[in-house]
């Protein structure tokens, strides 16, 4: 070979066996780096290295191993993602356990019912889905989870009895639970209170006793909890549980981990250094409202919506949807599930404190909110009114400033106010039916185009010159991007352009030079992109985002 490792003039080329047991070995060598995109790269760039890989996990699977074939693809057009035999292959052995069915997935492992056969009995064993191409840092994350839970005897949380690998196929063992998750309860059915309360203490107490041992789960949710056979919950998957006082980060600032509907509002916003034992409180409150009310405190469409609720959103009142729900223990879920970390139960074991208090019908540390903080909260439940609210009180205010310094003319300045107070009640409606899921996409767009048609009447309304509610365009369209529709946007854009043309039109004398109007479209335009442009960002990583859950 010469310098340039181009093949001499007269050798022969190198065969292509040759070939692909070099990129073998340094797959291999990518493997133990953990290079995720050198792995990529060589998949890509030898398309005979799939096939070995390939063969190696049939070879793999006749020794004992769950066969993993390929099923997806990554960017670079190569499948990777793995799929375990159907059904229909088991049972199968697997060193000593003998595979019975599979029984979970997610994102990073497969869940088998499987039975030891040494010891007799039953077992759930847990691998890591890619197998032999799972990078180091997910093994890592794998064995974390292992020893997270490992370390752990609590009645009410699922043991592991042993980590370990099968011809390279790492797994760990668990007990086996025969009852349900926790979700599959709650989609047939809500909990009675106080069924909900002594399931919710148990549960508590198995988190305290994680914190007691310096572990944050970061992943509580009712799929995450199993009943068993007494009807006593079950806390599982450690594959997010962050272990304190190690030399190890585990998660990076900005990294968003957890599931959004569950997940507390510091967790939300990506910061890891303050996910403490409080964020798991929060999650014992969201699981707690769904036990009551059949639905978590924040759920929307896109999980970027939810994630935007969890951070600014308040919860509806869980007595909004079940009257049934007693005043106490509302109090408690709500306190559960304070934005602030400080204003929560300061440990698990406090909430399961103040469950028991409830149960006992002893006073309850939960209290009532002042007004102050009522309205706060309602503020961020309905923030699209408050908003509309705000803008009018601006605006009568404009108004009545100028009434003030010109002198009234009373029969005209009820019709403004009158047209103004119409503004305000349709708003309530508006907000009304945003509540109604069925009605609340084509009351964005009705509630835009209103608003944008009122303020064009106002100002046709109003005495010349009605340049300070000129302001009220622009915030039309600002409004418009609190909803995070980026064709809404475009929509109210269009609409408010369309709305100043007929003012300007109309009234022309006080857009001149003609040149003002002009720029006063432009500028509405420039604010419309800029703000839409903003939106398809965030909704683009936010499907990125999701791609690599």
Known sequence: MSDGNKPAPDAPPESSDETEFAALDAYNEA?????????????????????????????????GTPTVIFDGADSSGIALDAAVHSPTDFPRAFGKYELKAEVGRGGMGVVYKAWQEDLNRPVALKMILSSHLASHEDVRRFYDEARAAGSLRHRHIVGVHEVGQVHGQHYFAMDFVQGPSLAEVLAKDVFPAEEA??????????????????????????????????????????????VFNTDE????????????????????????????????????????YEM???RPPFKEVNPLDTLVQVLEGEPTLPSKFNRSIPRELELICLRCLEKRAEKRYATAAALADDLERYLRRDPVEARPVG???????????????????????????????????DGYDWPYHLRVMSLLAIWGLTSFVYQWMLN?????????????????????ILLLFVDSPGGPLLIGYPMVIAAAGMFFRVRLIVFTTLYTLAAFGILAWTR??????????????????????????????????????????
Not at 271 to 285: P, R
Not at 376 to 398: Q, Y
């Open 197 to 242: 309360a002594k399931f919710m203490i148990a549960t508590a107490r198995a988190i305290d006793y994680l914190h007691q041992h310096g572990i944050v789960h970061r992943d509580l949710k009712p799929g995450n909890i199993l009943i068993d056979d007494e009807g006593q919950p079950l806390v599982t998957d450690f594959g997010l549980a962050k």
């Open 508 to 549: 022309p004398a006080e857009f001149q030079p003609v040149q003002y109007g002009v720029i006063y479209a432009v500028v509405l335009a420039v604010l419309g992109f800029v703000i839409g442009y903003q939106v398809y960002r965030v909704r683009v990583l936010s499907r990125y985002y999701e791609s690599q859950r």
């Open 249 to 288: 980060q585990l998660t990076r600032t900005g990294t968003i981990v957890g599931t959004p509907s569950y997940m507390a509002p510091e967790q939300a916003a990506g910061n890891a250094s303050v996910v403490t034992a409080a964020s798991d409180v929060y999650s014992l409150g969201a699981i707690l």
């Open 292 to 294: 009551l009310t059949g």
């Open 371 to 405: 007004l102050p903080f009522r309205l706060r909260r309602w503020a961020r439940r309905e923030p699209a009114l408050v908003s509309r609210l705000g803008a009018l009180l601006l605006t009568v205010l404009v108004v009545q400033i100028k009434y003030n310094y």
């Open 31 to 63: 493997l133990r780096s953990g290079d995720v995109r050198l792995q990529a790269e060589l998949r890509r760039k030898n398309p005979g290295l799939v096939e070995i890989l390939a063969c190696l996990e049939g070879l793999d699977s006749l020794a």
């Open 436 to 456: 109604q899921d069925w009605l609340a996409e084509v009351t964005r767009f009705a509630w835009s185009a209103t608003d944008a048609t009122v303020l064009t």
